[in-house]
């Protein structure tokens, strides 16, 4: 019996500016248990395309969530559903608490008008007007990462690259919305070590059936990081994707 893929892009175009396409007629299908690896020239659009399809740039063509257009389920439901995880976090304001605290507020509030029918931590979480942030599993999943609990009081500012990218990265895991993470190089500030923690996790969370998270493109420049986390490869050029038999490399 065929299911329907958790994420369709129809013909996905971005342009730059009028008559200066960056991509055109993308097309893909991703299906629950993809580890797609997005690779492309620096400058190729991967970036971008990732931003279209959690519908934070504007696009030409269609992206399909569970056989759905974005607007029908909501567009901030279906950004926790379909998130977005930027490489760089550092500009955010405050501190990761902060920003722990209004990431959880925002789903709280936007789910509470949600017509999606998906069960989901965030509006599970609902339930309760006062959630304890202080045990929330997005510290757990950082400290797993080598992050200490006193750099979440930290300014982002005063962060390491290596720290912000853990902990956003931590963040969006933890707080156990998303089917699909749309991750943009998200160990690129990360040791070799720190590096393959995140993968492993990330790798196990997709293939558990206890985990919300079923599937990740993940932006690499890494061949090797590539071949370790990747179960599909993608190559983005001007023309669309194509996909490929293994890693290439970049
Ligand atoms: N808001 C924008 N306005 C105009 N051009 C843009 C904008 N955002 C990105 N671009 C351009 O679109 C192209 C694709 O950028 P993008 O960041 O998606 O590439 P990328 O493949 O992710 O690159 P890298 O591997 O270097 O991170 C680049 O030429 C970039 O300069």
């Given at each position: 019996m065929a299911t329907?893929?958790?994420?369709?892009?129809?013909?996905?175009?971005?342009?730059?500016?009028?008559?200066?396409?960056?991509?055109?007629d993308v097309n893909l299908v991703l299906n629950e248990g993809d580890i797609l690896v997005l690779q492309g020239k620096s400058g190729s659009g991967k970036s971008t395309l990732l931003k279209c399809v959690s519908h934070l740039n504007i696009y030409e063509g269609e992206v399909l969530y569970r056989g759905q257009?974005?607007?029908?389920?909501?567009?901030?439901?279906?950004r926790t559903r379909v998130m977005y995880?930027?490489?760089?976090?550092?500009?955010?304001?405050?501190?990761p608490r902060d920003f722990l605290r209004t990431v959880y507020t925002f789903g709280v509030h936007k789910s509470s008008s949600a017509s999606s029918k998906a069960a989901s931590a965030v509006s599970d979480a609902l339930r309760s007007s006062e959630p304890d942030l202080s045990r929330h599993e997005?510290?757990?999943?950082?400290?797993?990462?080598?992050?200490?609990?006193?750099?979440?009081?930290?300014?982002?500012?005063?962060?390491?690259?290596?720290?912000?990218?853990?902990?956003?990265?931590?963040?969006?895991?933890g707080i156990a919305s998303a089917e699909v993470l749309?991750?943009?190089?998200?160990?690129?500030?990360?040791?070799?070590?720190?590096?393959?923690?995140v993968e492993r996790h990330l790798a196990a969370e997709v293939k558990s059936p206890d985990s919300k998270l079923k599937s990740i493109v993940w932006i690499t420049h890494s061949p090797e990081q590539g071949q370790r986390v990747g179960t599909r490869f993608i190559r983005i050029t001007s023309g669309g994707v194509r996909e490929e038999e293994t890693d290439p490399g970049v």
């Open positions: 329907t893929p958790i994420l369709e892009l129809k013909k996905l175009a971005w342009y730059k500016e009028k008559g200066q396409p960056v991509f055109t257009k974005p607007q029908q389920h909501g567009i901030p439901t279906f995880v930027p490489q760089r976090p550092s500009m955010l304001p405050g501190t997005a510290f757990e999943i950082a400290e797993f990462w080598g992050i200490d609990r006193e750099l979440w009081d930290r300014s982002w500012t005063n962060l390491s690259g290596g720290e912000a990218q853990r902990i956003v990265l931590a963040i969006a895991v749309l991750l943009d190089e998200p160990t690129s500030a990360l040791d070799s070590e720190s590096s393959s923690k």
